[in-house]
């Protein structure tokens, strides 16, 4: 491809990436009518405390099928999640590095320790992108009627997606999104 054509695909990539950060936004719940999702999701910025609730739900998903293999396992759902997996992941993964990794850098005091969990963080959204690829492949695989071929190796593949997604998770809600919530900082303090 020529730079120019490269340059109109990245300015693409960019749109599309910005389209679904908004669809993200305006599917996500008024804070005024989700209390339990906010004792569940604490964080001041609305798209990470979606995107968290969005990737759980996929783990759920993962799980589901997991549990459901070999014999009564859902096409259906194999491809919804096979469509849905990295994209999403893609997207929140982005967002969080451009737009929530730089506010927690640049907070006061342990700078050092602070830019050591953001490489480990953006470390494991690249381990779960190239993770999540695998998964897709044998799930659209599923989906579309090829049989199941090893199911334990399958099941194991999915668990081991979506416990890490789950584990990542869980450190950003209890460790990072808090402190750049700035009702509970005003608490705190
Ligand atoms: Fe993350």
């Known amino acids: 491809m020529s730079s120019d054509g490269g340059g109109t695909a990245s300015i693409l990539a960019l749109m599309i990436a910005e389209t679904r950060l908004r669809q993200m936004f305006e599917e996500w719940c008024d804070p005024a009518d989700c209390r339990a999702g906010i004792e569940l999701c604490p964080g001041g910025d609305p798209i990470v405390?979606?995107?968290?609730?969005?990737?759980?739900?996929?783990?759920?998903?993962?799980?589901r099928i997991a549990d459901s293999l070999p014999a009564a396992v859902d096409k259906i759902r194999c491809l919804a999640v096979a469509n849905t997996l990295v994209p999403l992941l893609?997207?929140?993964?982005?967002?969080?590095?451009?737009?929530?990794?730089?506010?927690?850098?640049?907070?006061?005091?342990?700078?050092?320790?602070?830019?050591?969990?953001?490489?480990?963080?953006?470390?494991?959204?690249?381990?779960?992108?190239?993770f999540a690829d695998e998964v897709t492949e044998a799930l659209l695989a599923i989906g579309h009627g090829h049989p199941v071929g090893n199911a334990e190796a399958i099941g194991f593949m999915l668990r081991g997606l979506f416990e890490t997604m789950r584990r990542h998770v869980a450190f950003?809600?209890?460790?990072?999104?808090?402190?750049?919530?700035?009702?509970?900082?005003?608490?705190?303090?």
């Open 49 to 63: 405390r979606w995107a968290h609730l969005r990737q759980l739900g996929l783990c759920d998903e993962l799980e």
């Open 90 to 130: 893609r997207d929140i993964h982005r967002y969080e590095e451009q737009a929530v990794f730089p506010v927690f850098q640049s907070m006061e005091g342990c700078a050092e320790l602070r830019a050591a969990t953001i490489q480990r963080l953006c470390a494991e959204h690249l381990e779960d992108e190239c």
């Open 172 to 189: 950003e809600r209890e460790h990072v999104m808090p402190l750049l919530d700035p009702q509970r900082c005003k608490r705190l303090s």
